[in-house]
């Protein structure tokens, strides 16, 4: 599936670009990092399901629980959103695995005013639903939830555009413990940005990825996490050889490791300009696109 590095040093380098972000990833394949378990629908989590007079309540707890850090409504909407299909399948694997797993979520330490953000860490947390989340898994579970990775830059990425994403990655800090299992969950996931860069924190540190799962994500079902092999191969050819060495220069690592869902954004976007008449090439409008991002 993935290109050895004997043959990326055959690849053509992108000739032109400037280094927007030093976001280094880890290769994929391990196990547990294939997919994101996705516990319900984005509608589910945000009550608009139920009838009209529930939902407006149900909007009422959604919005203390996500904005306002209220962990009652926190609770009781992580306990409406909970697959009990998914559930039995993280149990399993925790029974499979040999060494006790650690529940880990991406979280801000609200502490260090050297970190990137760190007015919102003064004023602490408002989204309450990961953090409950985790609670939830680790008393079902019989687990740790761990405190000691955190989030040390880029707190919030809910209104970031995708190339802001792509180029302001979080980046994580804190002890990993070597040799451990950990299970990776957040309430929801757009691209897969966040839960990427903590899943290659853990695994550079020594640590391993048993689960990843969220509590919401579109229509509710599993997501590839991992770029799959169709996915990098219409990547490949919608821009060229030149993609790799671009994306390598500007973001800080291969497109190898690009989440399935970060990878299929870039397949979209290389149609978008194809009439363009001045002649430019798709890597040369991504790579346009992104440093407009970076400077906006």
Known sequence: MYTSNAARLNEPEATTFTRLADHPRE?????????????????????????????????????????????EASRNVVQNCISEDVYEDIL??????????????????????????????RRGPTNALPFDFADYLAARLGLEVDTEIVQAGRVG???????????????????????????LCDDVCTIGGTLAALRSYIVRNGGTILAVTTLAHGKGVHQTFAIAPQTATVLQS??????????????????????DAEGRVLVRWSAEGATDRSGSTPLQRLRDRLTQAATS
């Open 27 to 71: 290769p994929w394949g391990h196990f547990g990092d294939d997919r994101i378990l996705v516990h319900s629908t984005l509608d589910r989590l945000r009550g608009l399901v139920f009838s009209k007079r529930a939902r407006q309540a149900w909007a009422l707890q959604y919005q203390e629980a996500k904005h306002r850090f209220n962990r």
């Open 92 to 121: 399993y694997r925790v029974m499979q695995a040999e060494d006790d797993p650690v529940i880990v979520h991406p979280h801000p330490s609200f502490a260090d005013p050297d970190h990137d953000g760190y007015e919102v860490q």
């Open 157 to 183: 990425r809910t209104d970031m555009s995708r190339e802001q994403r792509f180029i302001w990655q979080p980046i994580f800090t804190g002890r990993v413990r070597r040799g451990t299992p950990y299970i």
């Open 238 to 259: 919608a821009y060229g050889p030149g993609l790799n060495g671009l994306w390598r220069g500007m973001i800080g690592h291969d497109t190898y490791c690009l989440t």
